[in-house]
């Protein structure tokens, strides 16, 4: 199974706000040049970070980050697999 994914573009002048999730994520760039600023935390301030095309970035749960083309960029938001462990019932019973 393959991660579930999305292409974003983001132009010349333009930032886009990843919001936090729940889950963690991964950004991959398919082109261009990404400036990302990820949030910071009281033990670790907030930090710029330069990505290329063919390069990755893990996101944990709870991260935010400003995006910004330098100048334009597309990158996949890549989410976990969800897990395929059977589902049980009330009494123990699998119902899928």
Known sequence: MSDAQT???VGAGRALTLAPLAAPRR??????RL???LS???EQPA???WL???QTLALPAGQTAVLEGWPQAEFEL???PV????RRGLLGRRLG
Do not use: F, K, N
């Not at 897990?83 to 059977?86: I, K, L, N, V």
């Open 78 to 80: 890549l989410l976990p």
């Open 35 to 37: 400036w990302l600023t």
């Open 47 to 49: 930090q710029d970070q």
């Open 7 to 9: 292409v974003w573009s």
């Open 27 to 32: 950004l991959a760039v398919a082109r261009g």
């Open 83 to 86: 897990s395929s462990a059977p």
């Open 40 to 42: 910071g935390t009281a």
């Open 52 to 54: 290329e095309a063919g």
